[in-house]
């Protein structure tokens, strides 16, 4: 099940060295130069879970698997990328293709990096990006109501639906508001998605701050922080600075070097949970002497279908589930220990499966 959060932004707003340090690669160049990247570099990471070490210790297990999360590094978007300026068309094409955006902007001041409109406006560049995405998402689809407006005209269902919320859409963007604040039905939601506007897309604002700000944050992300909750988005402080000098270092040294900072952990774990919460993904466990592994489903999933992320087989053979809430497990000692106190459940078919879920699974062959 692979989830994909495209980090996006204006050239030179720290972008490339945010991915390098989170995928600990150096596979996108990190330059002082607009379009540095070209091509859309991708980074698998793993979600940071610490449930997921407790686990394992319980249980002794010999390997460890997290679950994770796919990171795409989109060249930088400058003013006129909807009418393909700069190399506009190719990203908004890659990122049509994630499930949502780490919208990274410059909050710092430095005379060294240039800045592509000459100053440092974190508002003003969010509305850049935002603009251009509307504009492509507008074209896009008043090209593609025409045809669907003459067969709603001739009685077509299907039709008539899909232009309905088109228009909900097009009145959203022309007053220059993105197209994820639609108000919509449960059962528009997948018309809702196939639609795939770029404005769609769940947003977090990642605030690249200079390394003194890297754990309050400062004035810049702050008029961020203000307008991510306006909109209903997300927003994470993170110096770029700090975090590729820790991927560099090895895993001893990296806790000093936190505390020297005075940071608790790498911000990049508050950008990889975070973009796993926007997605709304949550995460059950299975555990054993084998191994101890998470996996990602979506908020609401029921048991059957948690269980096909592991195989088709024990969907389709789905009996039911041996569930143990995380907090029992610990508490308890394991699975022995939660049986014996009456914490082991037998969950059925209709069961939602909940973050921390400790599972097994029974299923026919």
Request: glycine share 8%.
């Amino acid at each position: 099940m692979g989830f994909k959060c495209g980090i996006v932004g204006l050239p030179n707003v720290g972008k490339s060295t945010l991915f390098n340090a989170l995928t600990q690669t150096a596979a996108a160049q990190a330059a002082n130069y607009p379009f540095c990247t070209i091509e859309p570099n991708v980074g698998d990471v793993a979600v940071p879970d610490p449930r997921l070490d407790a686990l394992a210790a319980i249980a002794s297990s010999a390997q460890i698997i997290p679950t994770r999360i796919t990171f795409v590094d989109i060249a930088g978007i400058v003013r006129g990328a909807s009418k393909g300026e700069g190399l506009g068309n190719q990203f908004l094409a890659n990122i049509r293709e994630v499930d949502a955006i780490a919208h990274v902007v410059r909050c710092f001041e430095d005379g060294d990096v240039t800045h592509v409109e000459g100053r440092v406006d974190p508002i003003a560049d969010i509305e850049t990006i935002e603009t251009e995405l509307m504009l492509a998402d507008l074209e896009s689809l008043e090209k593609r109501i025409l045809p669907l407006e003459k067969k709603a005209k001739s009685g077509d269902k299907d039709a008539k639906e899909q232009v309905a919320l088109m228009e909900k859409c097009l009145v959203l963007l022309r007053e220059g508001r993105p197209a994820r604040l639609v108000e919509r039905r449960a059962e528009e939601e997948k018309a809702f998605a196939m639609l795939n506007l770029l404005t769609s897309k769940p947003v977090l604002y990642v605030c690249n701050v200079e390394e003194a700000s890297a754990h309050d944050g400062n004035s810049f992300s702050a008029r961020v922080f203000e307008r991510a909750r306006a909109e209903g988005a997300s927003a994470v402080v993170v110096s770029a600075k700090i975090e590729s000098e820790i991927a560099v270092l090895p895993a001893e040294e990296q806790t000093d070097y936190l505390e020297a900072v005075g940071l608790d952990e790498p911000g990049l774990n508050r950008v990889i949970r975070a973009g796993y919460e926007l997605l709304k993904l949550v995460t059950y466990f299975t555990v054993g002497p084998k191994e101890a592994r998470a996996w990602t489903i979506t908020r609401g999933t029921k048991a059957p279908k948690a269980a096909g992320v592991i195989h088709t087989d024990f969907e389709k053979g789905f009996i039911r589930a041996e569930t143990i809430a995380y907090a029992d497990y610990v508490a308890l000692k394991g699975e022995a220990g939660a049986r014996e106190a009456g914490k082991l459940r037998l969950e059925g078919k209709e069961y939602v499966v909940q973050d921390g879920d400790c599972l097994h699974f029974r299923f026919a062959n």
